[in-house]
């Protein structure tokens, strides 16, 4: 199984970027798919995840300003991200869950894409 994030970038605040992360090795449809970010020196936090069926779940830092997507015909995730502020600095890493219910316990996810670094600039 192979996980890669993209899209990453340095963006003024206020500003937007989308991020993708295409799969591979693995029935996509049956996962339920999630991203996730560290900060220097914090610990992995949930961002966000869609369900097999598109079912949305998003943490409360970025709610209303990020969106995420999935394209089972192309095995991809995205995430719209608007609106960035300095507190979205970090690395932004896509994960897979076989669980039809996870949600955002990083535990839940069985695989990991390495990682994509996002830098909003005040």
């Known amino acids: 199984v192979q996980l890669q994030a993209s899209g990453g970038g340095l963006v003024q605040a206020g500003g937007s970027l989308r991020l993708s992360c295409a799969a591979s090795?693995?029935?996509?449809?049956?996962?339920?798919m999630g991203w996730f970010r560290q900060a220097p020196g914090k610990e992995r936090e949930f961002v966000s995840r869609?369900?097999?069926?598109?079912?949305?779940f998003y943490a409360n830092s970025v709610k209303g300003r990020f969106t995420i997507s999935r394209d089972n015909a192309r095995n991809t995730v995205n995430l719209q991200m608007n609106s960035l502020n300095s507190e979205d600095t970090a690395v932004y890493y896509c994960?897979?869950?076989?669980?039809?219910?996870?949600?955002?316990?990083?535990?839940?996810?069985?695989?990991w894409g390495q990682g994509t670094q996002v830098t909003v600039s005040s």
């Open positions: 994960a897979a869950s076989r669980s039809f219910g996870a949600r955002s316990i990083l535990t839940d996810y069985d695989y």
């Open positions: 869609v369900s097999r069926i598109g079912g949305t």
């Open positions: 090795g693995l029935t996509f449809s049956n996962y339920v």
